[in-house]
C-alpha cells in the first residue's frame, strides 16, 4: 500500500514500509504552470516547457512499490529550478537584487528564477517584483527542501546511512554533442561530483543497475551534479547524493514533450532498474555479500 500526501509544493508517495535506504527524488519534472505565470511568459505553451524534465516522475514511480520514498515537484523548472540554491537570485531578472560575486548559472540566466528556458530563449518581457521570487520560494522551495532533508535523516536514523537518487532527464542533443568521435553516447549519466556526493561503492551499485538493464552509462561528464548533490551530499556522515540524468530521446518525442508509443516499455524497464537498486542495497543483501 502507498500513503500518498499532496501538497502545493509537492506529492510525496511513500510505501507503508521501508525496506532500503534510498531516497527518490524528482525535482524538474514539475508540471503544474500557474495561469498568471502562462499569461506573463513571452513563450508558448510548449516552449515553457522545454526545460521541464518531463515524465521522469513516472519513469521512478515504482520507487514506493519497493519499499523506497518517491518526492515529486509540482511547480515547473521554468517557474522555480529547486536545483538551485535559494540565494541565487539574478539580478537580471528580479527586482532590487543586488550583483553579486560572478556565479555561472546565474550570468547565464538559471538561477532559483529562471530568466531563460533550453538554448537561452528569455521567458518574461521585464523583471519581477523582488516579494514575488520571495513568495515562489516560501510556498515552494522552502517546503520541498524541508521535506527531502527529513527524508534523508530519517532514512540515515533507520538504516545507518541514506543515498539520494536525484532524478533528471537531460535534452539528447546535449548528450549527442559530448560523445567523442566513433564512440556511442551514453544514455545515462550518474553524478557525484566527482566523489564529493557519494562514495564509491554506492557509484558502483546504482552503475551497476543500469548497465544490467542494457543502458551506455558515463560518470560526471557532462553532468557531474548541481546544487542538490553538492548538498545533500556528505560521504563522510552516510549521507550520499547521486544524479541520475536520462536520455530524454529513450522514452519521449522532444519537439512534442510527449511519451513515445513505447513509453510503457520503457518505463517499465525503469522500474526494473528501481527493483534492482532495492535489492543492491537491502540491509539484508548487503549483510549476506559481506
Request: hydrophobic share 40%; with cysteine; glycine share 6%.
Amino acid at each position: 500500500m502507498i500513503h500518498r500526501t499532496q501538497t502545493e509544493a509537492y506529492v510525496l508517495l511513500r510505501p507503508m514500509a521501508t525496506f532500503a535506504p534510498l531516497v527518490f527524488s524528482s525535482p524538474h519534472s514539475g508540471r503544474d504552470y500557474p495561469s498568471a505565470f502562462l499569461d506573463a511568459t513571452v513563450l508558448d505553451s510548449r516552449l515553457i516547457r522545454s526545460s521541464e524534465d518531463a515524465f521522469v516522475d513516472k519513469l521512478f514511480a515504482a520507487a514506493p512499490h519497493h519499499g523506497m520514498p518517491l518526492l515529486a515537484a509540482r511547480a515547473p523548472r521554468a517557474w522555480l529550478d529547486l536545483n538551485r540554491a535559494c540565494d541565487e537570485l539574478d539580478p537580471a531578472l528580479i527586482e532590487g537584487v543586488s550583483r553579486a560575486p560572478h556565479n555561472p548559472r546565474i550570468s547565464s540566466g538559471l538561477g532559483v528564477i529562471p530568466r531563460v528556458v533550453a538554448q537561452g530563449r528569455p521567458i518574461y518581457r521585464g523583471k519581477l517584483p523582488r516579494s514575488e521570487a520571495e513568495a515562489r520560494l516560501r510556498a515552494h522551495w522552502h517546503p520541498y527542501h524541508d521535506r527531502l532533508r527529513n527524508l534523508m535523516t530519517e532514512t540515515e536514523s533507520r538504516f545507518g546511512e541514506a543515498v539520494l537518487i536525484d532524478c533528471h532527464s537531460m535534452p539528447h542533443e546535449a548528450i549527442e554533442t559530448h560523445a567523442r568521435p566513433g564512440n556511442s553516447h551514453p544514455e545515462v549519466v550518474l553524478g557525484d561530483r566527482f566523489g564529493a556526493a557519494a562514495g564509491r561503492v554506492v557509484m558502483d551499485r546504482i552503475e551497476t543497475a543500469f548497465r544490467r538493464a542494457g543502458l551506455r552509462v558515463a560518470r560526471n561528464a557532462p553532468f557531474a551534479g548541481a546544487y542538490i548533490a553538492q548538498t545533500y551530499g556528505r560521504p563522510s556522515r552516510g549521507h550520499h547524493a547521486v544524479q541520475v540524468e536520462i536520455d530524454r530521446a529513450l522514452y519521449m518525442d522532444e519537439a512534442r514533450i510527449e511519451p513515445r508509443p513505447d513509453f510503457p516499455a520503457f518505463q517499465a524497464l525503469m522500474a526494473e532498474v528501481v527493483a534492482d537498486l532495492a535489492e543492491s542495497f537491502a540491509p539484508d543483501r548487503r549483510l549476506a555479500a559481506e
